[in-house]
T-cell receptor, first 112, second 112 residues
Framework: GNSVTQMEGPVTLSEEAFLTINCTYTATGYPSLFWYVQYPGEGLQLLLKATKADDKGSNKGFEATYRKETTSFHLEKGSVQVSDSAVYFCALILYNNNDMRFGAGTRLTVKP | DVKVTQSSRYLVKRTGEKVFLECVQDMDHENMFWYRQDPGLGLRLIYFSYDVKMKEKGDIPEGYSVSREKKERFSLILESASTNQTSMYLC???????????FGSGTRLTVV
């Protein structure tokens, strides 16, 4: 089946530290890949996405590259801020499919 | 921007009550979804709908039903609320899955 595995949290970093949250996937076809962010008490917001191999999604200083050879889509940010504290979800969906699969989420806390 | 609106942010209901959670989207999306989110379990799909009056069971439909009488509105119904249905409920919509989903802000339901 189709599934996403992301690194367990929680992750605690100091402000301006480098962030990596690992995400790997298993898919029966050729998926589109996503990162969503959930701030406290809110729903999920789409952070970035990539639809084909070697695509790089980016938004708000976050980046992730679709690596077909390693079936990965790791989220990175060069310098985190306190305002980045949230839960991050990796997700995939197959083309012409309505069943998006989410990872378990990784909680990030950034301390001043 | 697409907006998905969930009618209540917080609800407290008694065991055995019939509970309606309402979700409205304003961008003519065909697909709508209901998830529940619980600590350690991530997002689990309850039901989804790809057209008016159409519905499909997700991973955990037991104890729930849905209604989609109009394209913009997708209702989740707890026929007889139980304490194990205390959770955060998230509604989402999409035009095409590979574009990504747009989520509402969530309804935190407590059943006492």
């Amino acid at each position: 089946g189709n599934s996403v595995t992301q690194m367990e949290g929680p992750v605690t970093l100091s402000e301006e530290a480098f962030l990596t949250i690992n995400c790997t996937y298993t898919a029966t076809g050729y998926p589109s890949l996503f990162w969503y962010v959930q701030y406290p008490g809110e729903g999920l917001q789409l952070l970035l996405k990539a639809t084909k191999a070697d695509d790089k999604g980016s938004n708000k200083g976050f980046e992730a590259t679709y690596r077909k050879e390693t079936t990965s889509f790791h989220l990175e940010k060069g310098s985190v801020q306190v305002s980045d504290s949230a839960v991050y979800f990796c997700a995939l969906i197959l083309y012409n499919n309505n069943d998006m699969r989410f990872g378990a989420g990784t909680r990030l806390t950034v301390k001043p | 921007d697409v907006k998905v609106t969930q009618s209540s942010r917080y609800l407290v209901k008694r065991t055995g009550e019939k509970v309606f959670l309402e979700c409205v989207q304003d961008m003519d999306h065909e697909n709508m979804f209901w998830y529940r989110q619980d600590p350690g379990l991530g997002l689990r799909l309850i039901y989804f709908s790809y057209d008016v009056k159409m519905k499909e069971k997700g991973d955990i439909p037991e104890g729930y039903s849905v209604s989609r009488e109009k394209k913009e509105r997708f209702s989740l119904i707890l026929e007889s609320a139980s304490t194990n249905q205390t959770s955060m409920y998230l509604c989402a919509s999409s035009l095409r899955g590979y574009y990504g989903y747009t989520f509402g802000s969530g309804t935190r339901l407590t059943v006492v």
